[in-house]
């Protein structure tokens, strides 16, 4: 997952190229999203609006934040890195895997408007596969692995609670292999990742394995799908 060059001649050759490949697997993208029932252990909307903060991994991070920054309710998304037992992370060590880091997302959000429920169903239903083992789409590596990162009790209740309730339901044609750990730290990424997909969206990459899911979660969450993105993030 790597910035496409600026030059013109490189521009339209992988355009060009995403554009075949878009045409010849546009079934395939379309049928990632799984529709998914609603968590059955899940806190009530706040009463008044507060801040909270929700952290996951699922591959690349810049597909994950562009679904998020769509989502109604959410304040503010970032890139970063967590997980991992080095006490600092960057792109070069995360991204050779010696780390152990994962590329993960903050989701900051107002309870009184969406729930953590509510956002680990669009986490599980469009901005990730979570039955693929250490790779996400065309990215291999533990750095892209299927990941919670709860932050307090309470979130490792719902998230395990939704786990066992998606295993039982036999959700998805395989076994979900989403890992839930404690957040330890949030390292947010270098400014040129935060806010990638809004920025870039004629990026091959973005048009072929990012955008489908921003069109999924439109379709499938029409109440909490937000046209615009929010254009906040952590430098």
Request: charged content about 15%; proline content about 8%; some cysteine.
């Amino acid at each position: 997952m790597n910035a496409v060059s600026s030059s013109p001649l490189r521009t339209l050759l992988t355009t060009a190229l995403c554009a075949g490949l878009l045409a010849c697997n546009a079934g395939i993208a379309s049928s990632k999203p799984v529709a998914l029932p609603d968590p059955k252990a899940d806190l009530p909307l706040a009463a008044a609006k507060s801040s909270a903060t929700a952290v996951f991994a699922g591959g690349c991070f810049w597909g994950v934040e562009a679904v998020f920054e769509h989502v109604k309710g959410v304040r503010q998304v970032s890139s970063g890195y967590v997980g991992g037992s080095a006490g600092d992370a960057n792109y070069r060590a995360v991204g050779g895997g010696s780390s152990g880091h994962a590329e993960s997302v903050k989701v900051i959000y107002d309870p009184s408007q969406v729930s953590y429920g509510q956002l680990l169903k669009v986490f599980f239903s469009v901005a990730h596969d979570p039955t693929q083992l250490n790779r996400q789409g065309p990215d291999r590596g533990t750095q892209y692995r299927s990941a919670i990162f709860y932050g307090d009790p309470q979130q490792q209740k719902i998230a395990n609670a939704y786990l066992a309730q998606l295993g039982a339901a036999k959700a998805f044609p395989a076994p979900i292999v989403t890992q839930l750990t404690p957040l330890k730290a949030f390292y947010p990424a270098e400014a040129y990742h935060q806010d990638y997909a809004r920025l870039h969206p004629n990026d091959p990459y973005i048009v072929y394995n990012d955008a489908p899911k921003v069109v999924a979660l439109k379709q499938q969450f029409p109440a909490l799908y937000r046209p615009e993105p929010i254009a906040v993030s952590v430098r």
